[in-house]
């Protein structure tokens, strides 16, 4: 299943290879663009069936996500379940974090998977699941769609599932290889697919 995750990645041309500046400000030869995937519903649905494979006999009742593609990956997810949707939004009143907004209500003791795109530091996984804290629910697992952390980003007490796993090189500025090359580096945009 996890290879078919990677076939649409790469089908959905969302694997890029180039010279970017990453949103850290560290400097790395590949990008993943989860947008060239989830703007392909096809891609998409492939992509949440690797959740939903995994987690079909887990008893799930809610499927929750952080804005932007965590909530597209929820929704779908949910739908291959069989199950509600939650959507964890950023919080409206100047506070950092994230919450359920809407009139989003979770039936007592729910047991709920979080999934979301590219996992990097884990901030925005970190976020819903403090805002889930808020609510009587038992998190089952955090699911995401590639862990680019190379291991690093964990949740205490939550078993973390990656479908696909990148081990991508990044560098400070000063060591970069392709800045020593003069290769002029790039915010992630107009670039290439990589074949991995
Ligand atoms: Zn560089």
């Known amino acids: 299943m996890h290879e078919r995750v990677l076939e649409a990645l790469k089908s959905a041309g969302a694997l890029k290879t180039g010279h970017f500046l990453l949103a850290s400000g560290r400097h790395s030869n590949q990008y ?10 096809t891609e998409t649905v492939i992509a949440c069936g690797g959740f939903a494979e995994q987690f079909r006999d887990a008893g799930i009742d809610v499927v929750a996500g952080p804005t932007t593609g965590g909530i597209i990956l929820a929704f ?15 919080a409206t009143d100047g ?25 990097t530091t884990g901030g925005s996984v970190r976020e819903t699941l403090a805002a889930l ?33 990148l081990d991508i090189e990044t560098w400070e500025a000063a060591d970069c290889p392709l800045c020593a090359a003069g290769d002029p580096v790039v915010k992630p945009g107009t670039t290439t697919t990589i074949s991995l």
Not at 142 to 147: E, H, I, N, Q
Not at 149 to 155: E, I, L, V, W, Y
Request: a neutral charge; hydrophobic letters at 40%.
């Open 133 to 165: 804290e808020k609510h009587d629910v038992e998190v089952v697992a955090v699911g995401v769609l590639v862990d680019r952390s190379g291991g690093k980003t964990t949740f205490p007490g939550v078993p973390l599932f990656s479908l696909v796993q």
């Open 95 to 119: 506070a950092s974090g994230r919450e359920f907004r809407r009139g989003t209500t979770f039936a007592p003791g729910s047991r709920v998977l979080v999934v979301d795109d590219i996992l």
């Open 76 to 90: 779908e997810t949910a739908r291959q379940l069989g199950v509600n949707a939650a959507y964890a939004e950023r």
């Open 32 to 41: 993943v663009e989860k947008f060239d995937l989830l703007r392909q519903p």
